[in-house]
């Protein structure tokens, strides 16, 4: 009898422990971790020039242009780099006019402006001010103030420190993540995996992607900023987009699943923000056509 009574206990007691180690969700842990993500984010706050944003950022300037640099020499040094020629003298000479209309909100860039051979229809500038523009691209530009759109949106990217922000909003993203995980280590293997594919769902197309886009619109706004100080005609930006839309070809996904916002988010937004740009440009160009 005190045999059979020890081996009915031993089985209640399996049964209990499997019940507790497929339990629920622990939302005290999660708490922890959504207090220190709030901690974090709100200890980190910086204002982006031109648009007055506040964004989360924790890297200091010159690490963040270190990294810029070493980023740099690396992609330099793994491209075919133009030295001279008619379409490196016109990067050049736009970017150092780009340059210098964001003399006011520049940080110490060391501005670099170079021209990479390949078809890529791409062109970017890293933290530091370190910029540069492939071939493929310049068609779909067409003249001066098309290629002036393009660099004065990749600058903007630096200027408003975009991939600072990104690091930053991943070690916030990390840290929530890291308290999801502990908070449904009490569940079934099944029922984490369910969770970790909520929060991932939701993490991609509810904050990453999100924020990916805004990015862009900011960037196209301090871009369209800066070409009509540096006097180029603003009104080519949205030319441009439509020019960069037909150079697709169509098949891009929808607009929630993208980095970018779509070609027609982004024309209508130049078209609201034009006659801002067009007082820019008229008062620093009046001699300009406008």
């Known amino acids: 009898m005190r045999r059979g ?61 270190q990294l810029g640099l070493q980023s740099y020499r690396q992609i330099l040094s793994d491209s075919q780099v133009r030295t001279r020629g008619p379409i490196v003298d016109k990067v050049r000479e736009i970017g150092a006019d780009i340059a210098r209309a964001a003399e006011p909100e520049d940080p ?28 493929g691209i310049i068609p779909v530009a067409a003249n001066d103030d098309g290629l002036a759109a393009i660099m004065g949106h990749e600058v903007a990217h630096a200027l408003a420190r975009h991939g600072a922000e990104r690091m930053a909003q991943q070690n916030m993203q990390r840290i929530v993540g890291a308290g999801v995980s502990l908070g449904a280590g009490g569940m079934d293997i099944g029922a984490q995996r369910a969770v970790m594919g909520v929060f991932g769902g939701i993490s991609k197309y509810g904050f990453a992607l999100p924020f990916s886009r805004s990015h862009e619109s900011e960037a196209d706004y301090i871009g369209l900023i800066l070409m009509a100080r540096a006097c180029y005609d603003p009104r080519e930006a949205p030319r441009l ?25 982004r024309i209508a937004d130049f078209r609201k923000n034009m006659p801002m740009a067009i007082d820019i440009y008229n008062e620093r160009c009046p001699n300009k056509i406008r």
């Open 5 to 65: 009574f020890a081996l009915n206990r031993n089985r209640r007691g399996r049964r209990r422990g499997l019940r507790r180690r497929g339990g629920g969700f622990r939302w005290k842990i999660m708490l922890v971790f959504a207090v220190g993500a709030a901690g974090y984010y709100f200890a980190n706050q910086k204002e982006v020039p031109f648009t007055g944003r506040k964004q989360l950022r924790t890297m200091k300037p010159a690490a963040e242009m």
């Open 108 to 135: 110490g860039f060391k501005w670099a402006f170079n021209v990479i051979d390949s078809n890529q229809v791409n062109a970017f500038a890293l933290p530091g001010g370190y910029t540069a523009v492939y071939t």
């Open 241 to 265: 987009w439509d020019r960069m839309k037909q150079a697709g070809g169509g098949g891009a996904p929808p607009e929630f699943q993208s980095t970018h916002p779509s070609p027609e988010t």
